[in-house]
């Protein structure tokens, strides 16, 4: 492929059930110039075959680890093959608008943006709605204590009609375009958070290093959520939200920024994240009780009792 202008990463999430949907997905809408990096971490036989029949057959690279790679692990893979002046990075369980890359870079190019977001849309079972949609992403110093703040300035309802090409400080991995430029200059992608907070570190570092961050409501990207675990997913989705990698993740965030005693958006990152794990059992009970996996009740309650007296 010639003229290549644009790199996309694609890399594992939390699965790899979506992944030949999302990667088809990629194939069909993106148009401009660009050089498909794929980095497969432990995927099963089956996807694994189907990956390398689609990298023959549209010519893209295919990068393969026989082992679970965090996020910020498998990105920092594929950017040393990356070439052109941005790189785009999405997760293997999202679906892509039309136009998604061209748009991103477009804002990229008017703006000086270092990073673009698009609106994130997120799809669980038949209901779609808004995911994310920019928010605050920073470091509040009070008293010689510092604390984190993270906020979402839109989430989990309808679209804002009015939704406008804007800055921002916070976006989400799921996707987005990056100056190539950064990626040489900054470690983005630390391998010492290999989940949760990912998200802030980024965009922390993005933001000390005099660089903006920007959301592109054009642009869309929805995000495949899991109603029920398809049992492939299931090693690779415990250990990604396993208390083991929040701790060691948040241990390395909480000395990399210098923060200082209770962090509320820390707690409540790992309070999502124990709700969420709970997917990965028939039997948790906000299945058994009908309410959703990121539900309060869920979140404060239910996941909660499950981790302490069944060891989830």
């Known amino acids: 492929m010639s003229d290549v202008s644009t790199s996309i990463i694609i890399t594992q999430r939390e699965g790899f059930s979506r992944s030949i949907e999302s990667l088809d997905s990629v194939l069909r809408a993106s148009r401009c110039p660009q050089q498909i990096i794929y980095v497969d971490g432990g995927s099963p036989p089956a996807v694994q075959a189907a990956l390398i029949a689609q990298s023959r057959r549209h010519g893209f690279r295919l990068l393969r680890e026989d082992r679970f790679l965090s996020p910020n692990e498998a990105k920092l893979i594929g950017a040393r093959h ?12 999202v679906l892509v608008g039309d136009g998604w890359l061209e748009r991103l870079v477009a804002c990229a190019e008017e703006t000086g943006a270092g990073v673009v977001a698009p609106l994130y849309l997120e799809r669980l079972g038949g209901e779609e709605r808004l ?3 920019g928010g605050r992403c920073r470091i509040l110093e009070s008293n010689g204590r510092r604390t984190l703040e993270e906020t979402h300035e839109d989430r989990k309802g309808e679209v804002p009609a009015a939704a406008i090409r804007s800055r921002t400080e916070h976006v989400e991995m799921h996707g987005f375009v990056i100056q190539s430029a950064l990626l040489r200059q900054l470690d983005l992608f630390d391998p010492g958070i290999p989940t949760i907070p990912e998200n802030a570190d980024f965009c922390l570092q993005v933001a000390a290093a005099g660089h903006t961050l920007w959301i592109e409501p054009a642009a869309i990207v929805t995000v495949l959520l899991p109603e029920v675990l398809d049992p492939m997913d299931r090693g690779f989705f415990l250990e990604r939200w396993s208390d083991a990698w929040i701790d060691r993740g948040f241990a390395r965030f909480r000395s990399k920024w210098r923060l200082d005693g209770p962090q509320s958006v820390l707690e409540s990152q790992r309070r999502w994240a124990v709700a969420h794990r ?25 996941a909660p009792v499950e981790r302490f007296f069944l060891g989830r």
């Open 82 to 93: 990356a070439t052109g002046c941005h790189v785009a990075f999405l997760d293997n369980d």
């Open 131 to 133: 995911h994310m949609l």
């Open 278 to 302: 709970m997917v990965a059992y028939d039997d948790a009970l906000h299945r058994r009780l009908g309410v959703k996996s990121d539900s309060i009740l869920n979140r404060r309650l239910l």
